[in-house]
């Protein structure tokens, strides 16, 4: 017989906290620009305010992610789609130059009269995150499909910590593009979401002998290589005297760790070949 998560305080607890973390950095950041206090939206000295359409976006998914952890799907469904919706559409906007018209209402809404746009690297974090959510809410995904979901979470999980790590070791793995970084915020949030769903995936899941799910060494691999990936775009898209500076000796931890994880999961794989 089959051996299963079931829904229990601790994952649960697990998914309010992340999502409740998400949604509160969300609406700290959307209170400090309505107030003209970008310095409460930066997080940190190096950062930029983050833009109030990330802010809505991370406040959304945070939402979303509250939902899934008390089991309201229409809920889950109303607030991933909304987030998943406004990445689209500022993503749209960038890459056929006719906007940012929705960046600019949402901006406007809140008295913001400067404001950055919203960063490559995190409109692929809210794209995504709307995706899992959206996977999250059907039900069928219980029997058999969680693992991609875990996977999406892992991916937003990699590019969150590439963008934490830029910031406090000083090397720009949070920039996609010069022009528009990652906030610092906005890499927390990342962090946070992805975990919050990865954990959302493991409240049902089929256990090895081992006592965890045979999809997690997989998982694991795709968090690795999403960091690995996320500072690489970072490397050819940034300008190249920052990443000749001695900060960037700061990354070789986080590439050691990396490269320590990415063995252990593929040692652990054929776990993942039994499924």
Not at 151 to 175: E, K, L, R, W
Not at 238 to 266: K, S, Y
């Amino acid at each position: 017989m089959q051996n299963h998560y079931r829904v229990g305080p601790v994952y649960r607890a697990g998914l309010i906290v992340c999502g409740g973390m998400c949604a509160g950095l969300g609406i700290a950041a959307l209170v400090a620009s309505a107030m003209h206090r970008e310095m409460f939206a930066q997080g940190v000295p190096a950062s930029i305010p983050t833009p109030p359409a990330s802010a809505l976006g991370f406040l959304l998914c945070g939402l979303a992610l509250i939902a899934v952890g008390y089991w309201f799907p229409h809920v889950t469904l109303l607030f991933g789609t909304v987030a998943m919706s406004l990445a689209v559409v500022v993503a749209g906007e960038s890459v056929f130059k006719i906007g940012p018209r929705m960046e600019h209402h949402i901006a406007l809404s809140l008295g913001a009269l400067d404001w950055d746009g919203l960063a490559p690297n995190t409109a692929v974090v809210l794209l995504l995150g709307g995706a899992a959510l959206l996977l999250r809410h059907k039900s069928r995904w219980f029997e058999s499909r969680l693992h991609v979901i875990a996977i999406v979470g892992s991916m937003i999980f990699g590019i969150g910590i590439a963008g934490c790590v830029g910031y406090m070791v000083g090397v720009p793995t949070y920039s996609w593009y010069s022009k528009t970084p990652m906030s610092f915020l906005s890499a927390i949030c990342s962090f946070v979401l992805g975990l919050g769903i990865v954990m959302s995936a493991c409240r049902y899941s089929e256990l090895d002998e081992s006592g965890v799910p045979r999809w997690f060494p997989l998982v694991v691999f795709t968090g690795a290589l999403a960091v690995n990936c996320s500072t690489f775009i970072a490397y050819l898209c940034g300008d190249g005297w920052v990443w000749q500076r001695p900060a960037l000796a700061g990354l070789l931890p986080m590439i050691a760790v990396n490269l320590l994880v990415t063995a252990v999961a593929v040692r652990d794989g054929r776990r993942w070949r039994s499924l």
